[in-house]
């Protein structure tokens, strides 16, 4: 197809590949990519041909992206197939391609996506763990206080939690997800598609016991709520919707309390929050 297409490629396992992933591979004039070298080998373990140089192989990254802009969309005006592929899964999901897919959408270019791997969706769908709300926070700061801060405001939320996280700091934010989360059931899904593909679960403390040391392989955590965890953040919605209706503070504490069974001072805190 004329335009940019975002093509999904596996996460590690060769025979994930799509009929249409091989189709678009195979007619695309430009092939974006991380690192050409990666790619060079994918196309060649995937059997597709490079005849003369086609399809030429762009390097595309956070680095370079502002530089390369202006020749991809050129080649898009010219009517050229650009195909935008990553590593490994779905480009633009914590890696790079947002800033290319935007602009070809200002400029009016087709854009379409293919359907495929998403690692954090390979573990969620494996997990057991509730997929009806689910909040994707990719990779958190390396640095742990702001780490912390971003896991203190994902419990605020009732929905699932989807974290990516290299091995060599996954023990720290484990640890992290232990303070702040506490007893919540969590699921760790290590090298999803390859050869030792595997899932630890329990409370992040008992997940801990369980991963081996060091931990090698790419990872995935998901993390649910405790019922007990969901109760509060729907109670302190419930809260603010009322007072915002202007129901007053006696008529929210008697219904909410009945409703949540929380704490007159918690119903406190949320009204305050409002205040502020
Ligand atoms: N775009 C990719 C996707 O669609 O999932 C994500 C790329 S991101 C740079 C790489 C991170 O994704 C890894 O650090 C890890 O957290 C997760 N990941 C990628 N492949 C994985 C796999 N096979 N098993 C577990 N996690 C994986």
């Not at 590690?12 to 249409?20: A, E, P, V």
């Not at 480009?91 to 200002?106: C, H, N, W, Y």
């Not at 996280?165 to 760790?188: M, N, Q, T, Y």
Request: proline residues 5%; charged residues 30%; contains cysteine.
């Amino acid at each position: 197809m004329k335009g940019l297409t975002i093509c999904p490629t596996p996460l590690g396992n060769l025979s994930d590949i799509s009929k249409r992933q091989l189709e678009t591979l195979q007619n695309a004039d430009i092939i974006l990519c991380e690192d050409t070298r990666s790619t060079g080998k994918l196309l060649e373990r995937l059997e597709i041909r490079r005849i003369d140089g086609v399809p030429l192989l762009w390097s595309y990254h956070d680095h370079n992206e502002s530089q390369r802009l202006v020749s991809i969309m050129e080649s898009l005006s010219e009517g050229k197939k650009v195909v935008l592929v990553s590593d490994a899964g779905t480009p633009t999901i914590s890696d790079p391609g947002f800033r290319v897919v935007a602009q070809a959408r200002l400029e009016g270019f087709p854009v379409v996506a293919l359907p495929g791997p998403v690692a954090a969706m390979v573990a969620l769908s494996a997990s057991g763990l509730p997929s009806d709300r689910v909040l994707f926070e990719g990779f958190l700061p390396a640095k742990r206080g702001e780490r912390k801060k971003r896991l203190l405001s994902a419990k605020e939320s009732a929905a699932t939690v989807l974290l990516y996280e290299s091995p060599k700091r996954l023990r720290a934010l484990l640890e992290d997800i232990g303070e702040i989360f506490e007893e919540s059931p969590i699921v760790v899904g290590r090298e999803l598609t390859k050869k030792f593909e595997s899932y630890y679960s329990g409370t992040a403390k008992e997940v801990l016991l369980k991963l081996p040391d060091p931990v090698k392989g790419e990872c995935v955590v998901v993390i649910s709520k405790t019922s007990k965890q969901v109760d509060h953040v729907d109670a302190k919605k419930l809260v603010h919707q009322l007072a915002k209706a202007g129901v007053n503070p006696k008529s929210i504490r008697s219904v909410v309390r009945e409703h949540y069974g929380v704490s007159k001072k918690d119903i406190f805190n949320w009204l305050e929050e409002l205040k502020s």
